[in-house]
């Protein structure tokens, strides 16, 4: 059983889209970090949640702490948005960090 | 800023041999990270250090493995000996503040490790 769980796995889309990565996780958490790895390898921290809402750019993340998810949104997508998305999500019981597996988002020019 | 930096980037080794990864973090944070990356088990932390001291290290998988942090510019992960198991990526990262939960992470580019 996976304590976090990403949706949709893999992702394709067209340049300009509307996109949404869902992160469900079952565990009591202090907090839910999002992170982008590039095709090289490279990983950047995105957002770090804890209640509502942040926004970076045409990056939008959601939490709502009482359904236990999150969402990544990004808007009017760019094929330099192509990457894996992986959620983190911080336990307040285990004090240890649940992966999820990563969507791999892929946008077409 | 020269961001975190690790090495070597790439190790390729024979089951049973000795290997040791560096990492080198931001100047002036404080935590310290170490990760590991298969495509079986995803990300997964290994262990934590604040101010030098390692705080959780209950991902590190087995006795096979250690890690130190001589100073507050430096970090080793050691697997002695190596399996093929360990081939993966092993990602270091640095945040500035103590919390491991609250504080950005910067993550280095990684070391990638083939045991054959």
């Known amino acids: ?109 | 800023d020269a961001g975190v930096i690790q090495s070597p980037r790439h190790e390729v080794t024979e089951m049973g041999q000795e290997v040791t990864l560096r990492c080198k973090p931001i100047s002036g944070h404080n935590s310290l990270f170490w990760y590991r990356q298969t495509m079986m088990r995803g990300l997964e932390l290994l262990i934590y250090f604040n101010n030098n001291v390692p705080i959780d290290d209950s991902g590190m998988p087995e006795d096979r493995f250690s890690a130190k942090m001589p100073n507050a510019s430096f970090s080793t992960l050691k697997i002695q000996p190596s399996e093929p198991r360990d081939s993966a990526v092993y990602f270091c990262a640095s945040s500035l503040g103590p919390s491991r939960v609250y504080n950005e992470q910067f993550f280095g580019p990684g070391t990638r490790l083939t045991v054959l």
């Open chain 1, 1 to 109: 059983k996976n304590e976090v769980e990403q949706s949709p796995q893999n992702l394709t889309a067209q340049e300009g889209e509307f996109i949404t990565i869902n992160c469900s996780y079952s565990v009591g958490i202090s907090a839910l970090h999002w992170l982008q790895q590039h095709p090289g390898g490279g990983i950047v921290s995105l957002f770090m949640l804890s209640s509502g809402k942040k926004k970076h750019g045409r990056l939008i993340a959601t939490i709502n702490i009482q359904e236990k998810h999150s969402s990544l949104h990004i808007t009017a997508s760019h094929p330099r948005d192509s990457a894996v998305y992986i959620c983190a999500a911080y336990s307040n019981t285990g004090n240890q960090f649940y992966f999820g597996t990563g969507t791999s988002l892929t946008v077409i020019p």
